[in-house]
């Protein structure tokens, strides 16, 4: 399951004019290029004119025409729309302004993507009556969409699911944590699934109830201590080899 792409980019013409203290008029034109296709098939360009926050004419690429939306709009629209010159040149933009602009902005910002970091650990053990809870986090992904959900034996698991929305960390990263709670099952299957742009697939990471978190902790800084013991005694024994070879054995 793929996210949906929505990028587009808004560019803004004002004329303003202020008459008196009390108020005043604001006239603006607002030009939209919004597609979500990386073809760009999809490419639809809109020409707004705006008066006072009221939309009163638009230029809409796939109708090709001028649309009215008040008595003055309507006689502006008709009279462009007459105008095959004026029509063409405004179909003429969703090449010239659009796509131009879109192909320059995805090949410098959009497409870039990086892969999210995803851990999962156990946050509480079960115990007694209490279920125990598990913690799926992905850090340093961009873009911010994604998609964080639990699978429980096959199945999307949906209650007792808590998730953040995307954190950002103010460095162009993001990060998401979801937790889940569950009471163990014997030869149950779960796993924290991962959906973002940078992945041509979903990414699952199937949980371990076989081993708890303490007990990973305890393996691995125990197999550290003993790896550490090994070089150590082979350096001594390696020192000791070579003072050996040094020693002048006297005769009594």
Not at 155 to 183: N, P, R
Request: with cysteine.
């Amino acid at each position: 399951m793929s996210l949906p792409k929505l990028f587009g980019f808004h560019l803004i013409l004002m004329l303003s004019s202020f008459w008196g203290t009390a108020g005043g008029f604001y006239l603006y034109q607002a030009f939209d290029c919004i597609y979500s296709t990386k073809d760009y098939s999809d490419m639809v360009y809109l020409e707004s004119h705006s008066f006072n926050k009221d939309v009163f004419l638009q230029f809409n690429s796939t109708l090709g025409k001028y649309v009215g939306f008040t008595e003055f709009g309507v006689k502006q629209a008709e009279n462009w729309n007459n105008d095959q010159a004026i029509i063409q040149q405004q179909k003429a933009e969703v090449d010239r302004l659009c796509k131009h602009n879109a192909q320059i902005d995805d090949s410098s910002v959009t497409y870039k993507t990086v892969k999210p970091k995803v851990m999962l650990s156990s946050v509480k053990p079960a115990s007694g009556r209490h279920p125990a809870m598990l913690l799926c986090s992905a850090y340093n992904f961009y873009p911010e969409t994604i998609k964080v959900y639990w699978m429980r034996d096959g199945k999307v698991e949906t209650s007792d699911v808590t998730s953040t929305m995307e954190l950002a960390d103010g460095d162009w990263y993001y990060q998401i944590h979801s937790e889940l709670q569950y009471t163990p099952k014997s030869g149950e299957k779960i796993s924290c699934v991962v959906e973002h742009a940078s992945l041509n697939k979903p990414m699952v990471y199937e949980w371990d109830p076989s081993m708890s978190e303490s007990d990973r902790n305890k393996i691995a800084i125990g197999a550290s201590g003993l790896v550490l013991g090994i070089i150590i005694a082979a350096a001594g024994l390696i020192y000791y080899k070579k003072k050996s070879s040094g020693r002048i054995l006297v005769p009594n």
